[in-house]
């Protein structure tokens, strides 16, 4: 695959004796469309409907420019596909089938894409892809100097600090996977210092307890991966082993420590006992699934205007905008709409790639596996807190469906 640019002499079967050495201008229009789409996506915060445009018209033109190789593609990749149509097949029995029916098609569109990408797109390039928008969303986003109204956390171009955040936290993962790469050049590597900065920046001043947390854990996996690399495969399932047991001791030893623990925790990052709501939220959340266990109330036909539960929980948690609200759990929150099959599918599907990813990042340790390594773990702390996967035109959601592609190519 291309990269985005790349400056080079003219090739040519004669040395140019008599004439200096012009350079051109090369490109690759597969990496051009992934760089606009990821583009499109990365600013809907700002761009709103434009950025969709942006998306679907880039990755349109990667479907349909080899059509015969896409179809493959989702072929290959079929299970995700299967339960993306299940999303879409649930307006049969939503509450609300036209809102199900309108989000599942967006959602299949953006898997879709992100599938071609994972198969027509190489994984450095598309790194450098992301590390490019991210930076320029970083930028934007300093730049905006929007901030709350009551301050309590930077805004940016986001609607939300929590959006500020996890943005700003894929620019710091993409980033120290360029930096730490000797193999790239200072064309890439000096950027991403001064991005690294810029994202740090932004994570602080986003306020989003979850999102330190999360990514000052996935540095301590990256060291481990870093460490991991360098062993052999015997010392490799020693140290793993060494490490397994030596958790399971520390959590033993801390466990009696657990109330303790848990105030320090509370107070560290300002939250309740509840987690700010959250273990309410879950017991409403649950028993909508006992209800429902088997097909949930249809894709996204919970938090809709008018729903009797949601607009009592919005009530009684002051969301007065009435959106960008949750369940604050992956696996509840879509079990409420999809059932709890199509869940553990889901699930299934998303420790599968992870664990490739860490294979990937470990047998063939490059910028592009360490990335998306450390993003799959990041995902995976998170999931027990917030919504992480899957949702239509959403970046998270792209990624993750390329990181799967990228997976099965690894271990095949």
Known sequence: MGELAAIGPRAGPYRAARRPRRRTLSYSPTAIAAFIAVFGLAFVPALGSKGVLLFLMAGMFLVVGRFGESLGALRREWLIVLLTLWCVMSFGWSDYPALSLRHGIQLLLTVMIG????????????????????????????????????????????????????????LILAAMAVLLDRRLSWRWRLPALVSLALGALLLVMGQSSGALVSTLAVILVFGSLVLLQRLTP???????????????????????????????????????????????????????????????????????????????????????????????????????????????????????????????????????????????????????????????????????????????????
Not at 316 to 338: C, D, K, M, P, W
Request: net charge positive.
């Open 115 to 170: 599938v071609v990408i994972g198969y027509r797109v190489a994984p450095m390039t598309f790194l450098k892809v992301v590390f490019l928008t991210s930076s320029l969303t970083a930028l934007a986003s300093l730049l905006v100097r929007r901030a709350r109204a009551d301050g309590e956390g930077y805004l940016g171009i986001y609607s939300s600090k929590n959006a500020l955040a996890d943005a700003s936290s894929v």
């Open 234 to 412: 015997v010392m490799r399932l020693v140290a793993v082993a060494l490490v397994l047991v030596l958790s399971a001791a520390i959590a033993v030893a801390l466990s009696s420590f657990a109330d303790e623990l848990a105030q320090i925790f509370l107070d560290l990052t300002g939250k309740d006992i509840t987690l700010t709501g959250r273990t309410a939220l879950w017991a409403v959340a649950l028993g909508e699934i006992a209800e429902r266990p088997l097909l949930g109330t249809g894709f996204q036909a919970f938090w809709v205007h008018g729903q009797p539960l949601a607009e009592q929980l919005w009530a009684e948690f002051y969301i007065e905008s009435r959106q960008g609200f949750h369940f604050h759990n992956t696996l509840i929150s879509n079990a409420v709409e999809i059932g709890v099959l199509a869940t553990a599918l889901q699930m299934f599907v998303f420790i599968g790639a992870l664990w490739s990813c860490l294979g990937w990042s470990i047998r063939r340790p490059s910028a592009a596996s360490v990335f998306f390594a450390l993003f799959m773990v990041r995902l995976f702390l998170l999931m027990w807190i917030e919504v992480v996967y899957f949702y239509q035109f959403a970046l998270a959601t792209l990624i993750i469906t390329v990181a799967i592609c990228y997976g099965r190519r690894f271990r095949t």
